[in-house]
Each structure stands twice: as structure tokens, then as C-alpha cells.
């Protein structure tokens, strides 16, 4: 389960500017990017040190200057964080190599 975030309680309000992103990232053929990756990506990256006080307008400009190299190399981080095989294991490098 995961941890609140302070700043979730802005979801609700930003998601036309998630949706906003999202949508240039389908368009610069990244489909596979979801709204949760990209909120838990602000939420990790962006937003590590929460502001005592923030408002709306820099939640969206957050959202908004979102890079798509900074988000692939943080899902490329988190999937090698995740990944189910080892490295050790001759299979799993078989599987890799396809």
C-alpha cells in the first residue's frame, strides 16, 4: 500500500494538466506512460522535499515542465528496482537476450 503524499490532495484538481502531459507523450509515442507513473513520478522526483506552503499554480508548472527523458529514466530505474529475475541466473539472461 502506498504512503500519502502531501500533495495529493492537488490530484483531483491537476488532472487536466496530467491529462495535458499525458497526451504529449502519446503524441511523442511514449503510450505505455500512465497517470499513476506520472503522479508517483512528481511524487519521488519532483516533489521529494515537500514545500510547507504550495500552491496550485506550481503543482501544474511541476506538471507541466515534466521532461519525457527525466520520466523514461525514472521508469527505467524503478523497472530495474522491480525487475523479477537476477542477473546470476543463466534463464534469465536468455529471456533478456530475446
Known amino acids: 500500500m502506498e504512503n500519502c503524499h502531501a500533495y ?8 487536466p494538466a496530467l491529462t495535458s502531459k499525458l497526451t ?10 500512465t497517470e ?9 522526483k519532483k516533489w521529494k522535499k515537500v514545500k510547507d506552503e504550495i500552491y496550485l499554480h506550481e503543482i501544474i508548472q511541476d506538471i507541466l515542465a515534466v521532461k519525457v527523458s527525466d520520466y523514461m529514466s525514472f521508469a527505467t530505474i524503478e523497472a530495474y528496482k522491480s525487475a523479477d529475475f537476477s542477473l546470476e541466473d543463466e534463464n534469465a539472461w536468455k529471456e533478456l537476450l530475446k
Open 36 to 44: 499513476n507513473g506520472l503522479w508517483e513520478f512528481l511524487q519521488k
Open 8 to 15: 495529493d490532495h492537488f490530484r483531483s484538481q491537476v488532472k
Open 24 to 33: 504529449e507523450f502519446q503524441i511523442l509515442g511514449y503510450n505505455s506512460v
